[in-house]
């Protein structure tokens, strides 16, 4: 279905928690065809995993309904078609969730679920290494999840279906904006140069507002305004895979050469040879040139033939970290902190507490780049003292806290706003999986 004008995507979420204003302003006015939520990371999927392990009709993400709620009856009257991996560990349920919204609002609406990222099975009874070299099956009851980076094929299956909303779980992030160009343009499956500009398409929009100024801005030196409302980012695609990078006249933030080049390298290890599972993309040719104002052309960009293997993302259970904070202001402030930290180490010697791993900072002084860069800036007026360790034991980890927690009364003077928590932690691993033992399929909810 050979198309002349451009596909419009809009990239509605570049993370789980991202604002959802920005998506209904591209659904009422960037005249889109396609809007794209990106919502899933690596660990987000594991704790979805651990979410559904407790409450087996959950496990999909839980800003779902608000994200739906907001832009489900605009796109069905504007005909956008909606894409997403909010699905995350539960794509039929989320599916099953937005047939219920779209019931509601009395919208005929077909909603497609993708499944068959989900391979724990698959590395419970195999023989695979991760990339820490150890077995997976050895992590035993730790395991939470294994979830293959499935490319665009399923997806291009249901757009294909006449799908309005697609609901995926573990997808690499480009595949979802590289999808809809498949279908509307007819790419092959193998034609790994405009696959490649795809790709690139795909990269440059999954972040949402990173491209047009969020997470770019630095003040004095790269000034971005009106990030409040910051204006999440359109891709104007053609048939040959050039994009021109824009966004809603009017919104906050800016779209130049200088936010789409940072971008492009965000995340990428090499340009030349960028991993996904429908090709391997070459970066290294495309050119960013400015050709209006908020209006970027990237072109230039290639492929080469996909890898026999996918990644898979593996959620285990580490261990368990403690923590607790306490501030100090005033006079002597830097003073009070360092005894303070002093204080809590001693006190875990003497009391026994168990431990792995653990770290003293004064927040604003040492807690990023270490004590050395900090002996050379003036003393600070206030200081935040923090002590974390990491246990395998929750009983242990709740100790760390409570020993800073004593200094209110056994510390430095004046100590306030002390916090503490131990929480069990998710820890990500990866692997690789012939891409043949990775079977996905599309639901429709008469299915």
């Known amino acids: 279905m050979s198309k002349q004008r451009p596909v419009r995507i809009g990239a ?20 889109i065809d396609y809007l794209v939520f990106e919502c899933l990371a690596e660990r987000t999927i594991a704790l979805a995993q651990q979410t559904r392990m407790k409450h087996p009709a959950l496990g999909y993400d839980p800003l779902l309904e608000q994200r739906m709620q907001a832009v489900l009856r605009i796109c069905s009257e504007k005909k956008v078609r909606i894409i997403t991996n909010m699905g995350a560990a539960n794509p039929l349920a989320a ?11 009395q919208l005929d609406l077909k909603v497609a ?3 068959g990222d989900d391979v724990l099975e698959i590395l419970k009874t195999g023989e695979y290494l991760s990339d820490q070299g ?16 499935i490319g665009a094929a399923p997806l291009v299956a249901a757009l294909a279906q006449g799908a309005d909303v697609v609901i995926t779980g573990r997808v690499a992030d480009p595949a979802l904006f590289l999808a809809p160009l498949i279908h509307e343009f007819d790419w092959a499956m193998d034609d790994w140069h405009r696959l490649g500009q795809g790709t690139l398409v795909g990269h440059l929009l999954e972040c949402a507002g990173q491209i047009s100024g969020g997470y770019f801005v630095d003040p004095g030196y790269k000034n ?17 895979g050039s994009v021109v990078i824009t966004k809603v006249a009017g919104s906050g933030g800016q779209v130049t050469a200088a936010t789409c080049k940072e971008q492009l390298l965000y995340e990428i290890h090499d340009p030349a040879a960028h991993f996904t599972p429908d090709v391997v993309a070459d970066f290294s040719t495309a050119s960013v040139t400015e050709i209006g104002p908020d209006r970027v052309l990237v072109q230039g960009a290639s492929g ?6 996918l990644k898979v993302s593996i959620g285990y259970v580490d261990s368990y970290i403690g923590e607790g904070q306490i501030s100090y202001a005033g006079p002597g402030a830097l003073a009070r902190g360092r005894l303070a930290l002093d ?14 791993e653990i770290r003293y900072d004064l927040l604003g002084v040492d807690a990023i780049h270490g004590a050395a860069l900090s002996a050379q800036t003036a003393e600070p007026y206030e200081v935040r003292a923090r002590v974390t360790a990491r246990s395998d034991s929750l009983r242990e980890a709740v100790r760390i806290g409570n020993e800073v927690e004593t200094l209110y009364t056994c510390g430095p003077a004046a100590g306030g706003g002390v916090t503490k928590s131990a929480r069990e932690i998710v820890a990500v691993q990866s692997t690789l999986l012939p891409r043949e033992l990775v079977r996905t399929a599309v639901h429709f909810g008469e299915d």
Do not use: C, W
């Open 134 to 149: 150890t077995p997976v099956n050895a992590l035993g009851n730790r395991l939470l999840s294994a979830n293959a980076y």
């Open 224 to 240: 971005v305004p009106g990030l409040a409302r910051l204006g999440f980012p359109i891709g104007e695609v053609a048939e040959d």
């Open 304 to 309: 080469h033939p996909r890898t026999a293997t």
């Open 343 to 356: 204080i809590v180490a001693e006190r875990l010697q003497l009391s026994g507490v168990k431990f792995d």
């Open 113 to 115: 679920a993708i499944t």
């Open 12 to 31: 509605g979420a570049g993370y789980s928690g991202d604002r959802i204003e920005p998506a209904v302003e591209l659904a009422e006015k960037g005249e």
């Open 95 to 105: 599916a099953a969730k937005v047939r219920e919204m779209a019931r509601a609002l």
